[in-house]
């Protein structure tokens, strides 16, 4: 699908930094981590950043892309791909390629990696409590999708279910989408649709009340927002394992190779108070250094110096 540039420039952005896609940035789930995102790398930049040109790209893989702009002087962003889409042919005609949903590292030598962020109305500015502090021991509230069925047996459920069925046919077959359960004084609710379940706001302030968060695959990639959205509120990540990308090689989340280890992993952290205050503690930090705006910017300005 060919992406056209938008009628003008995003208005919060320099001048330098441009748009392509279907949908208005204000509609872009990245749109605040995006903002800060260049915000910070102007400052880091100074002067040189006006030497670039900017382009974020929103749907496809970005090899339709048109570059109307010199290649050694343009940086592409490539987000929303969840097919994790090597773009080769946008690489050839570009300084560098930032992409969001990537197999791998050093696929090409001009092709790096981008964090997915976190949806704007889930970023709470509330001041981060300790794990101790937390009174939401395990959350989860999300869609239901056939990716998700080994969960739902983790958490109790004995009936089986085809991967990839449509949501609404795995919905019939789990009438019973509350799993609260399953250990106490938590929330674990599989929702009835996309954006059927807590507001943005609602699930932000959950976010910052729990202790662990279970993350299990979206319907098509195992990254998703809630990795982003947990570490940045503070919440021990609980994952399948994800690609070997350098926001998620060596974080400090902990990684289930079956979900049937669920129960006994969590409910063992759960038990040991010190450590799991080391872990949020850890999540943090990794957050803040690998992450984060500031930690992306870092990273931009660090490869376009070379």
Request: aromatic letters at 10%; a neutral charge; hydrophobic letters at 40%.
């Amino acid at each position: 699908m060919l992406l056209s540039m938008s009628p003008s420039d995003i208005s919060i952005f320099p001048g330098n930094v441009h748009l392509r896609s279907e949908y208005d940035f204000e509609l872009l789930c990245e749109k605040r981590f995006l903002s800060a995102m260049f915000s910070e790398l102007a400052n880091i930049m100074k002067a040189e950043f006006a030497r670039f040109h900017f382009v974020i790209c929103s749907g496809g893989s970005g090899d339709d892309l048109e570059i109307e702009t010199p290649a050694e002087t343009t940086v592409v962003i490539v987000i929303s791909d969840e097919h994790a889409r090597v773009p080769l042919g946008l690489c050839s005609r570009t300084r560098l390629v930032f992409k969001s949903y990537l197999p791998g590292e050093g696929l090409t030598k001009n092709l790096y990696s981008f964090p997915l962020g976190y949806v704007e109305s889930t970023a709470s500015s509330l001041e981060k409590l300790s794990a101790g502090a937390r009174p939401i021991r395990v959350f989860f509230s999300g869609n239901l999708n056939g990716q998700r069925e080994p969960l739902l047996r983790a958490l109790g459920t004995p009936m089986w279910c085809p991967r990839l069925l449509p949501a609404a046919v795995v919905r019939s077959i789990h009438p019973s989408l509350d799993y609260s359960g399953a250990f106490r004084n938590s929330y674990v609710k599989f929702t009835s649709g996309f954006r059927q379940g807590l507001s943005g706001e609602d699930y932000g302030a959950m976010l910052e009340r729990s202790k662990i968060v279970i993350c299990p695959p979206g319907f098509y990639s195992v990254e998703t927002f809630r990795h982003f959205e947990a570490m940045r509120a503070g919440c021990v990540v609980v994952t399948a394992p994800l690609p070997p990308l350098y926001f998620y090689e060596g974080a400090p989340h902990m990684v289930l190779h079956s979900w049937k280890d669920l129960k006994s992993r969590i409910n063992g952290l759960l038990g040991n108070a010190e450590a799991l205050q080391e872990r949020q503690n850890l999540t943090l930090e990794w957050w803040r250094a690998r992450c984060s705006e500031q930690a992306t910017a870092r990273r931009i300005a660090a490869a376009l110096a070379t």
